[in-house]
């Protein structure tokens, strides 16, 4: 028994498939980069874990979150500040402060 594979009517266009705006996909990208360079080169971070600096840590991780918060499309609700945190125009720069302050 063979499916019968349905097409739409001529003259009718099926929805193109939804592309996510370039911030998010930059949003993905920088969160994913920076996780997949923590993971798999941890000297990065901290050539010893004695001069791990948490504070440093935490803000690298707390941005990576956000950034892939913001490049799955996740949207918190109005007026909530996490909101604004996910936003590329803040998560970004926490992200390179946090790069800057771990390397130097």
Known sequence: MTAKLESSPPGTDAPAPRQPPRGQRISLLLGLA??????????????????????????????????????????????????WLAHPLTAWPLLALAWSKLLH
Do not use: Y
Not at 45 to 68: G, Q, Y
């Open 34 to 83: 920076t996780a997949l360079a923590i993971t798999l080169d941890p000297r990065l971070v901290a050539v010893n874990l004695a001069a791990l600096r948490h504070s440093e840590l935490l803000l690298l991780l707390t941005t990576i979150a956000l950034c892939l918060v913001h490049g799955v499309g996740f949207a918190f609700k109005p007026g909530s500040p996490w909101r």
